[in-house]
């Protein structure tokens, strides 16, 4: 791996941080929970084997320390100290306490409010919600909503990582990530249908729905249209968040493209002059290094696909 650019970010990410304990989405802005949680994990995932000085250790430390301000009585992390609501960022609460742990009191009570709750579900339809299963609780961005792909697979990491994978509350997310799979290959933001029409397929939510299965299924028809889709999307994505996590979701899978640093080089590139491009340069550090995987809580090593077409 090329790591020409990777020291040049950490240290712009670490500039960014100021004199807070945390990352803002905005330069002087105020702290919030997502980035903050993201450019901890980015420089624990970044971490050089010297010359760190402890430093990367106390940036971490204090931010999961200011998350922890954040955290409700009933257990659950809304997206800053100010704001309670919504409480999605919860389950970003729990994956940093676990990379940094003795937060152990405080990761119960997080995973006590997450199973407590659950995306809005209905019975079967014979209409465009029929073609995906309305009965499966997920996790909603937004309390007494629709379930969507990404706050459910966050939540399944975070119970993942936190000894709950057999859960049923965990259950039930993997299988409505399997359900939510578009027939064609890889995921969409939420359902997989929509007016009659089989919606386009993301590399954002086709990565992430991989990363939450991996570890778990075998290398299912559904895995491999998921990673042949990002093989083809990712060659022209450069968006960090996008790029991201369609390349851990594929390095989760040993799908991990020959081009992959070379890309990574040409998304930093676009973004190191923004004035603040926080979340950027944590995705993009993040996926850079299969260590990501790692503090996620997934397997540190990939599975061995199996051929096209071969039966799983």
Known sequence: MSSS??????AQ????RGPAPGWSYRPAGDVYVEPTVLAALALRASEPESGDSGQTAQLCRSAADWVAGAQEPDGAVGISQQLGVPRW???????LWMVEGGFQPRVDKAIEWLTGIAGKTS???????GLHDTTIPG???VQNTHSWVEPTVLAV???RRSGHADDKRTIDGLRLLRDRAIETGGWNYGNPHLFGSTLRARPAPTGLALM???GVDEYTPIIERGCDYLAEELTHVRAPQSLSWGLLGMTAWGRRPADADAWLTEAFAGVAKHSNPTLQLAYLLLAAHTKSLTLLGLPDHAPAPQPAGKPS
């Open 5 to 10: 650019w990777i020291s040049q970010a950490r």
């Open 13 to 16: 990410l670490i500039r960014l």
């Open 89 to 95: 960022p919860t389950s970003y609460a729990v994956l």
């Open 123 to 129: 019975a079967a339809r014979d209409d465009d919600f």
């Open 139 to 141: 996790w909603p961005w």
């Open 157 to 159: 990491l975070a119970m």
């Open 212 to 214: 939450a299965l991996a």
